[in-house]
């Protein structure tokens, strides 16, 4: 499996780096307007159509509007909220793990069953929340690295494989915006 994701990084950042896109670089300072806002919503479903070529137009755009909305709502680097995403689902809305995490975010039911979401957890924008609810949990208890590992291993940190990913699809991601 390991291999599996490595190779899946080496894709990503490949296929991150090979081209810009047609909106243009996102300026730091350009977040706080609403229409960058949309550039970015916009750059976040562009990134989706190249990692998963399968989503159509409406797929990708709910993905990267819902992926926007979830960061501000709790606060989370939209970068970071799309690098997981693609760690844990190759952007596959419809994935379902051998072991029940579900969607994009690869959420476990019993983890989500707190929370009042519109929807299921298989529906885009449930998925994302409940995905950025855990992992702004995590990062608020724990601080941003061990939050991002504990969202893949629980309260059981077992090393630093999956902080790696997030951490090299994240640069992958940031990239792609600055192209």
């Known amino acids: 499996m390991h291999r599996a994701h490595l190779a899946f990084l080496a894709l990503l950042t490949i296929a991150l780096i090979s081209g810009g896109h047609p909106s243009g670089a996102l300026g730091a300072d350009s977040r706080r307007v ?6 970015e919503a916009i750059r976040i479903a562009a990134i989706m159509r190249r990692v998963n070529p399968t989503l159509s137009e409406v797929e990708s755009a709910r993905i990267g509007r819902a992926v926007l909305r979830s960061s501000q709502r709790f606060r989370l680097d939209p970068e970071l909220v799309t690098a997981v995403l693609l760690v844990e689902s ?3 809305p419809w994935v379902r793990s ?8 690869q959420v476990m039911p019993h983890m989500a069953s707190g929370m009042r979401i519109a929807g ?9 929340e409940a995905g950025c609810w855990i992992l702004a949990g995590n990062i608020q208890r724990l601080g941003e690295a061990d939050g991002i590992s504990a969202y893949f ?11 790696d990913r ?5 640069a ?3 990239r792609f915006s600055e192209s």
């Open 34 to 39: 609403p229409g960058a806002q949309a550039d």
């Open 90 to 92: 190759s952007g596959r």
């Open 98 to 105: 051998p072991k029940g995490a579900l969607g994009l975010m």
């Open 120 to 128: 299921n957890l298989t529906t885009i924008e449930s998925n994302i």
């Open 153 to 163: 291993w629980g309260s059981d940190i077992r090393g630093v494989s999956y902080l």
């Open 166 to 170: 997030v951490r090299a699809a994240r």
């Open 172 to 174: 992958a991601v940031r």
